[in-house]
């Protein structure tokens, strides 16, 4: 039961280091959702408060990494923008 | 505090919503990585069955959604791949 939590967390916070390698390797983030991103890393932090006060490993290690990963997808986002 | 881990599971699911309207819109997800999506369901799917078996109503409604949005996306990723 708690293996299944953690293979979850472990799968939904590794999923975005394909798209970090991507947007790296192509010079391209148009089609990646600006909102989607300001809104997940505002979840995401949120979560990480909440693993924090609650004392949650998993939740702080998980959250802790996939801010991680969105704060460098957000920047690539800016860095790659193109003026359309 | 519970309110705290609402917020966050409401913020990491909407996040989507602007990434399926933006593809929808522009018929383009080329810059939007399968391997990230691919992941990401699969994950949402296990903290979708792990809900369900620790009967955690907020983790199921919100891995119900994100499930729904990611798979959507998915979707939109073929429907709009364009042969390069």
Redesign the interface.
Known sequence: ?ET??Y?????????????V???YK?K??????L???L??T???V??L??GI??NAFPVIAANAITLLLSLVILFFKFKYRKTV
Chains 1, 2 share one sequence.
């Open positions: 039961m299944l939590g293979v979850a967390g472990i799968l939904t916070t590794i999923a975005f280091v394909p798209q390698i991507q947007i192509t391209s983030a148009k089609d990646v959702s909102a989607m991103f809104l997940f505002a979840g995401v949120m979560w408060v909440y006060k609650s």
